[in-house]
């Protein structure tokens, strides 16, 4: 070992090829990542969406009319709060159906989503 240094590491083919290996896995794991976070966000909208219609359901069948805002059933007691639209990230986007008919039996009759874009299925959000 006399006059030899002795070099320790890694070479540059071996790195590159590491971080092919790498970016290899990646490009495969991001793609079925991204796709979960759309699928968990659909999901919420499905639930959120039911959780409002039954609030709504619960405040007609004991108060006889519709509420007049979402903000209604906050104050009466049937939801905690307004639910976040996932796809819109915000409480304030919810598109209010009027009940059909007579505009004396409440203003909403249903919520949807304010949210543009469609769903893998192809459906639209608005329309959920």
Sequence with gaps: MTGRLLRTGFTLIELLVVMAIIATLLSIAAPRYIRSID????????????????????????????????????EKNYLRSIPIDPMTESAQTWQVLPAPGDDANGSVYDVRSGATGTSRLGEAYANW
């Design 39 to 74: 699928d968990a966000r659909q999901a919420v909208l499905k639930s959120n969406l039911a959780q409002m219609r039954e609030a709504i359901d619960h405040f007609h069948a004991d108060r006889g009319s519709y509420p007049e805002v979402l903000s209604d059933l906050v």
